[in-house]
């Protein structure tokens, strides 16, 4: 058992965040979204030049053949930067799913140069989710369709816009006509790839909202050094140290069993849906403390547009339910554990993480 | 004990509920469930012409004394009002403030001069105040506020000085009750005095600060030498006259504010059953402990009622604490049970659905009107005489 990284994947996530920091300021995002298409091509031009699409496209097709584990830590770099989901469904998600396709199957090998170069924008439409991210700007859907794997084009789909509450956020509902020229796979290949599929686009939720959790104790941390009341900076009373030390604890917490579930993916564990909602669950959590516990020490200035603290909250609300909500991933963890089938005792419980 | 309700009573509750039936239709049909919590900053001309309505069929200030314009109701025909008023969905009130914290405080403090030029205003419905504490600078430390008033020794007026934030519905308001310094060398609570000043002159202006709502409903605003119309009470007096006003913050409007909390959490359970979420186990029994804290506050409300001295008991220290902590937990459960549709507004670019405002606006009941943290230093400190916290230099 071993949870540390290749000093390979930590100078990539190093780099990444360093360019995030200078390139993606809180400013330049709120300019963004105010924009009609809330996108820059620009930044992510940037963002494909420092290599994070071209990261797990395998090598035969121009990428770096980095996988899951890699993602388990840019994904935290992408929501400690709030920077729009979207880059993490071409790069992380579609990549995913288009990998795990048979060799040669139509638009596959195409694709994934495409996504190693930055020059395709891959929307990924499953039915967990109501709505599809960034159909908007996507040269291509990847739409599941009764466990069928589909590609669309602009040609094939009909979208109606639908704003978020985070404004970073742009969705649609979108219909479709399958066809067999839209089809790429039937649904005998296609379930288990969607199965997996999920799984990446929880986990690439999961890894996000930790990453927004971080930034917002960073946050409030840093206003509480600053902000006086009663002749002292409110960070020395217990009542709002207490608060912030209960979030640092929760992510903490919470690394440990993203890395894991980041891990069983990876490896096509068979307890891959456990560990991927148990993570999910447990980074949404860790997030939506630091949001709760963050505007409570922020005071009214917490509340306002103005101060950013909103933008990451925000962001961490809208992911809360996106690739299954609270109570699908519970019900996945309990439905788990509850089959007749299920192995129980700490041999299965604890020994699972031995064997990896 | 007595936890029914007299024939008289009912009759008035029969009085007041085909008041409503009557009146709350033509141009006002419309103000149905409006302007609540979260929605406060909506419909605000249309909701001031509902406040006339009200006055002119005397259902402003039913708990004020008769000798001050009111109608003198006794606490359990209150109840009975607010009641039906949430239950009819008749709107949020725009002149709660004047009725519920200025009336009562200036029936407490002010001389009857001063009675009679503001009271008749606020039961006509027809002045607006807004609330002048917060400063940059004085938050949950509002003893610390900066705001100067100096006596213009020629006439006798106090003149303001100062900049105040956070002040809610200022931009609708006619009038503002400022904490202000009149002793320019105290520090603290000592020193302080309590005006009303008119929000209609060049001294005063008001800027709004946009909310995470992407709404504004509170505002920046700056005295430059403004006048004040009255000072209430003696230079001094302004910490205690400021402080029995928060007291009636926790009156019988507390009542009104369940019946709100009840339409909403109705609202959830409705869409809980229609769209499958009242099947998922956890949300059920969040569900159920929603209700479970409602009628916790309820019945705490009505305890802290009953007692006839002005002296509150423990349960008025704990109740603020309770019911925004509650409301908190009920947006997130609003969002909880929409699921993955919780984050799709009305429409574009920023109209929140009903239930996201709700959401968003009760981020915020931790903080205002004392945080939760202050809440909790309070029952500690003067509940259980625990000791304080050392504070800093104040200079
Ligand atoms: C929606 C809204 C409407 C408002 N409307 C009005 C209005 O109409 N008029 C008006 O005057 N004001 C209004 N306010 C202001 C409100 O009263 C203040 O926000 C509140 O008193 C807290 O002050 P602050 O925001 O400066 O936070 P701060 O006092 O800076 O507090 C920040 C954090 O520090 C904590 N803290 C501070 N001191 C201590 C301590 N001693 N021990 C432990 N923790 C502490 C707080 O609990 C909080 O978590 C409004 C605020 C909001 C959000």
Redo the contacts between chains.
Sequence with gaps: MDFTFTEDQLAFREAISRFLMTEAPPELLRDIWDTEEGRSPELRAKISEQGLTALSVPEAQGGLGMGDITWALLTQELGYYAIPDSLADTAFVATGLLSALPEGTRMREELLSRIAEGSVRIAVGHS????VADVHLADVVLQEHQGEVHALCRDNIGFE???????S?R?SRISFEPSDATRLVGSEQGRAVWAQTLNRGALAVAGQSLGLAQRMLDLSVDYVTQR?????P?G?????KHKLADVASKIEFAKPVLYHAAHALAHGDAQANLNVSHAKLACCEAAWLAA?NG??VH??M?????VDL?MF??RA??L???WG???FH??RVAETLLADTAQIGPSFTFGALQND | MKLTFTVEDEAFRAEIAQWLRTNLTGEFAALKFRGGPGDEHMFTAERQRWEKRLAAGGWTGIGWPLKHGGRGCSIEQQVIFHEEYARAGAPGRVGHIGEGLVGPTLIAFADPEQQAKYLPAILAGTDLWCQGY?EP?A???LA?VKTRARRENADNTWRINGQK??TSLAHESDWCFVLARTDSESVGHKGLGFFLVSMHQPGVTVRP????T?TSE?NEVFFDDAVAADLIGEPGDGWKIAMALLGFERGVSTLGQQMQFQNELDEIVRIAKSNG?AR?P??RQRIAEAHIGLRLMRYNAMRMLSHTSTESGPEALVYKLHWSSWH?NLGALA??VL???????E????N?TRL?SL??FT??D???GG???IQ??IIAERGLGMPK?A?????
Aim: glycine share 10%.
């Design positions: 967990v989710n109501p709505l816009r639908n704003p978020s509450i985070d404004s956020r969705l006086k009341q009663f002749g002292k409110i020395s009373f217990q009542a709002v709760r505007i409570q005071g009214a917490g509340y306002t547009w103005e909103q909250m925000k609300w809208a809360d339910s996106a909500d609270r109570a519970n019900s | 917060s600078g938050g949950s430390d610390n934030v956070w600060i946009e909310q995470l992407g509170f979420a998922d956890l949300l908190r969002m909880d699921g993955p549709e919780a984050e799709i507004l429409s574009g670019p920023y929140l996201q959401f968003l981020r915020s931790t903080i205002y945080t939760s943290q909790r230093n916290e504070k800093g230099n104040l200079r």
